[in-house]
T-cell receptor
């Protein structure tokens, strides 16, 4: 079946270091969405990418959608403690939203 | 402008009992999605409903689980004869457009934490 693989599962960083999570789809996606879930909370929509090669920025967050519309990445520059949580991608393919397993961002004390 | 409401927030059931989870979508939203999340794991899609119709139930177990979204009232996820493995957080999300439309941001409720003793 259709899958969206998301890596890594966890990433430990020192505060101030960068963080990146990647999603790869087995099929071409109509769009890709990114969500953030804080510990103990619920997922919150961050952004949606639709166009091939699209790049969008939200302050320290940069989102990319690959040229073939099969992969995407989220990069956070200079992480802060408020960035802690799990980041999910969700790709739309054949009218079905397929979720990645999430990458948990952990800030080392 | 109330968001997605879910109740109860916490539910404790003994093995063999029924669990009934409710979700009221955001005002104006007619598309509802249910997800299950085990501790330290990702979201697992269960079912997608539009008013009075099940659009996609490919993620829902064939037995003991059912979902509905009546014309009036909240969407209900029903789990019959619960087992310990059903313990999880169940999230509901709603959108004002379905997945046939290119833009379909989902708004999540706070979730129901189900514990089966």
């Amino acid at each position: 079946g259709q899958q969206v693989m998301q890596i890594p599962q966890y990433q430990h960083v020192q505060e101030g270091e960068d963080f990146t999570t990647y999603c790869n789809s087995s099929t071409t996606l109509s769009n890709i969405q990114w969500y953030k879930q804080r510990p103990g909370g619920h997922p919150v929509f961050l952004i949606q990418l639709v166009k091939s090669g699209e790049v969008k920025k939200q302050k320290r967050l940069t989102f990319q959608f690959g040229e073939a519309k099969k992969n995407s990445s989220l990069h956070i520059t200079a992480t802060q403690t408020t960035d802690v949580g799990t980041y999910f991608c969700a790709g739309l393919s054949n009218y079905q939203l397929i979720w990645g397993a999430g990458t948990k961002l952990i800030i080392k004390p | 402008n109330a968001g997605v409401m879910q109740n109860p927030r916490h539910l404790v059931r003994r093995r063999g009992q029924e669990a009934r989870l409710r979700c009221s979508p955001m005002k104006g939203h007619s598309h509802v999605y249910w997800y299950r999340q085990l501790p330290e794991e990702g979201l697992k899609f269960m079912v997608y409903l539009q008013k009075e119709n099940i659009i996609d139930e490919s993620g829902m177990p064939k037995e003991r689980f059912s979902a509905e979204f009546p014309k009036e009232g909240p969407s209900i996820l029903r789990i019959q004869q619960v087992v310990r493995g059903d313990s999880a957080a169940y999230f509901c999300a709603s959108s004002n457009t379905g997945t046939s439309v290119s833009y379909n941001e989902q708004f999540f409720g706070p979730g129901t934490r189900l514990t089966v003793l």
